[in-house]
C-alpha cells in the first residue's frame, strides 16, 4: 500500500461564469504528501489551493482525475477515511458568548470525542489560561487556535489548514507557525496552505508549488531551494574573471557588468579565481530562499489563466 497521505492523479477542476466561460482552477495536478511532518501546499492567490483542498474534503467534485487518502480513493471511500483528517478551511462556527474550552466541550460531545481531549487540545494550541475566557474576547489569533484545537479533538492523523495564518498580527503568525511546527514534530501529517513563502520555508519539511493551479515544483525544502546556487561575482576585471572561470569548468553569465556562476559551493569560484591571480571585491548567492526561486517558478503564470486545455 502507497505510504502517502494524499495523492492526487491528473486533478482538474473547471468552473463556469454565469456568462458561461470556463475558468479552469485546477489542471492536471499530481499532488503527493508522504506521511510525517509539515507539507507545503505553495502558491499565489487564486492558484488553486482552496479549491483542491475542497475537493480532497469532498466539498468540491472534480472534473476529473483520481484522489486518494491513506490509500483510499475518494469521495467514494471518504467515510471510511474522514475520521483521521482534521480540516480547518473556513471559520468554524464557535458560540460567542461560550468560553473556548465550553465550545470545544459541546464539540467534543458533539462527536463522542473523549473530554479529556478538550484540555490536551487546549494545551498543544497554547491557549491554556486563556480557555475560560468567552471567545468573542479572543484575538484572531487566539480564534484560529480555537479552530485547530477543535480538528485536534479527533486525534487526526492528517490535519489540512488552509491560510491558517490569514489576517493575523506578527504575534498571531508567530504563535500559530509554533504550533504547527510542533504538531508536525508529533508525528501528525500536516497540509499547509500558504501563499507565504517564507512561511513555508520556516515551518515546512516539503512542498509542492502550483500556480495557475498547475504543479511547477515539488520536493523536500531543501531540494527545493537546490544545492547549487547561482552566485554574482563582482571583481575588477570582469573579462579576465571570466576566462579564468571558463578555464576552471565554470559557465559564467555576464549581466549588466556583473558576473552570475552556478556552483556547488561558494568555494569553488574563490579558488579558481584565487588560483588564477584574481581577488574578489563580492560574492553574492543569488538564490539565497525560497522565494526568489518562487517568483522565478510562478512569475510568467501570473500574466493570466492558461485555459488552453479546456477542451476536453
Ligand atoms: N465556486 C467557484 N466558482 C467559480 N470560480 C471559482 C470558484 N471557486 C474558485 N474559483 C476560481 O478558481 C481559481 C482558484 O481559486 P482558489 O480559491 O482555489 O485559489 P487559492 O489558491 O486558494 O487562492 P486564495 O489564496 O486567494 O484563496 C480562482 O480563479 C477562483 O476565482
Known amino acids: 500500500m502507497s505510504d502517502l497521505v494524499i495523492e492526487t492523479t491528473g486533478l482538474r477542476k473547471e468552473f463556469r461564469s454565469v456568462r458561461g466561460e470556463l475558468r479552469v482552477a485546477v489542471q492536471s495536478l499530481d499532488l503527493a504528501v508522504p506521511a510525517g511532518g509539515v507539507h507545503g501546499f505553495l502558491g ?155 512561511e513555508v520555508q520556516q515551518v515546512c519539511t516539503s512542498a509542492t508549488i502550483i500556480g495557475n493551479g498547475k504543479l511547477l515544483a515539488s520536493g523536500t525544502v531543501d531540494e527545493l531551494l537546490g544545492s547549487g546556487t547561482s552566485y554574482r561575482v563582482l571583481v575588477p576585471d570582469p573579462s579576465a574573471a571570466a576566462q579564468a572561470l571558463i578555464g576552471a569548468g565554470f559557465a559564467p553569465a555576464s549581466i549588466n557588468g556583473e558576473l552570475h556562476v552556478d556552483a556547488e559551493q561558494p568555494a569553488d569560484i574563490t579558488r579558481a579565481l584565487g588560483e588564477a591571480g584574481i581577488w574578489l571585491t563580492e560574492l553574492t548567492p543569488l538564490r539565497a530562499d525560497l522565494e526568489a526561486y518562487f517568483l522565478q517558478l510562478t512569475e510568467p503564470e501570473e500574466l493570466g489563466h492558461d485555459t488552453t486545455e479546456v477542451v476536453a
Open 44 to 198: 499565489p492567490n487564486g492558484s488553486g489551493k482552496t479549491t483542491t483542498i475542497r475537493m480532497l474534503l469532498g466539498l468540491a467534485r472534480p472534473t476529473r482525475g483520481t484522489m486518494r487518502l491513506f490509500g483510499q480513493p475518494v469521495p467514494h471511500r471518504l467515510p471510511q477515511v474522514i475520521g483521521r483528517v482534521g480540516a480547518v478551511v473556513e471559520s468554524p462556527k464557535f458560540s460567542p458568548n461560550f468560553s473556548g474550552r465550553r465550545n470545544l466541550q459541546l464539540l467534543a460531545g458533539a462527536i463522542g470525542a473523549p473530554p479529556a481531549r478538550v484540555d490536551a487540545a487546549i494545551e498543544t494550541v497554547r491557549l491554556a489560561g486563556r480557555e475560560k475566557d468567552r471567545y468573542k474576547a479572543y484575538s484572531l489569533g487566539m480564534k484560529q487556535r480555537l479552530a485547530i484545537a477543535a480538528t485536534l479533538l479527533k486525534d487526526p492523523d492528517l490535519l489540512i489548514l488552509d491560510e491558517p495564518t490569514n489576517g493575523l498580527d506578527p504575534a498571531g503568525i508567530r504563535e500559530i507557525r509554533e504550533t504547527i511546527r510542533d504538531l508536525g514534530a508529533s508525528g501528525v501529517t500536516v497540509l499547509l496552505s500558504s501563499h507565504i513563502l517564507a
